[in-house]
């Protein structure tokens, strides 16, 4: 069975400062990646997924098999960015996530 | 917008009651999933319906039936709530490949 953790329930950052949420994984297959985000009374929704390898309101992550990690980057946080963040996988030949508990991003100014 | 509605938004129900929470998805979506997420923990996954017909289950008990129509809405039931079932249901569509989307989910409380 599959397994994400996210260490950090929360991490509290000033604004411009790095910012960096990690997610460790494991699984035995080949599987996909993706970070939600949950902003204060709003619906779960998808920041980026490992193989589009995009960058989305500045957040990067890149998956790390050797180290089974996904971490979320962002160089300068900003105060919009406190939310609630999840990191999920999905395994293959499913359309089902597997959610690690989250961590909440605080960023202060 | 996701697209995914999810009704009610927030019930509360007595210890041993029956709820049934409903949701339906984007247009074109035919795969619907539910999980469940308690205060302080991830969404966990409960069942997902395609076709109409249950295809993947998680680690819930019986008492978490669900069923999906043709228009592929879907309804989840849970019987003999305990207080423990208090949580926030969310529904989730898509499908192999595509992005999940999630509604806003609905919040059960069990007194």
């Known amino acids: 069975a599959q397994r994400v953790t996210q260490p950090e329930k929360l991490l509290s950052v000033f604004k411009g400062a790095p910012v960096e949420l990690k997610c460790n994984y494991s699984?035995?297959?080949?599987?996909?990646l993706f970070w939600y985000v949950q902003y204060s009374r709003q619906r779960l929704q998808l920041l980026l997924r490992h193989i589009s390898r995009e960058s989305i309101k500045g957040f990067t992550a890149d998956l790390n098999k050797g180290e089974t990690s996904f971490h979320l980057k962002k160089p300068f946080a900003q105060e919009e960015d406190s939310a609630m963040y999840y990191c999920a996988l999905r395994a293959e030949g499913y359309s089902t996530l597997t959610f690690g508990k989250g961590t909440m991003l605080l960023v202060s100014p | 917008d996701a697209g995914v509605t999810q009704s009610p938004t927030h019930l509360i129900k007595t210890r041993g009651q029956q709820v049934t929470l409903r949701c339906s998805p984007k247009?074109?979506?035919?795969?619907v999933s539910w999980y469940q997420q308690a205060l302080g923990q991830g969404p966990q996954f409960i069942f997902q319906?395609?076709?109409?017909?249950?295809?993947q289950r998680g680690n819930f008990p019986d008492r978490f039936s669900g069923h999906q129509f043709p228009n592929y809405s879907s309804e989840l039931n849970v019987n003999a709530l305990l207080l423990g079932d208090s949580a926030l249901y969310l529904c989730a569509a898509g499908g192999s490949g595509n992005t999940i989307y999630f509604g806003e989910g609905s919040w059960l409380t069990v007194v």
């Open positions: 699984y035995s297959g080949s599987p996909e």
């Open positions: 319906y395609y076709e109409e017909e249950e295809r």
């Open positions: 247009s074109g979506h035919d795969t």
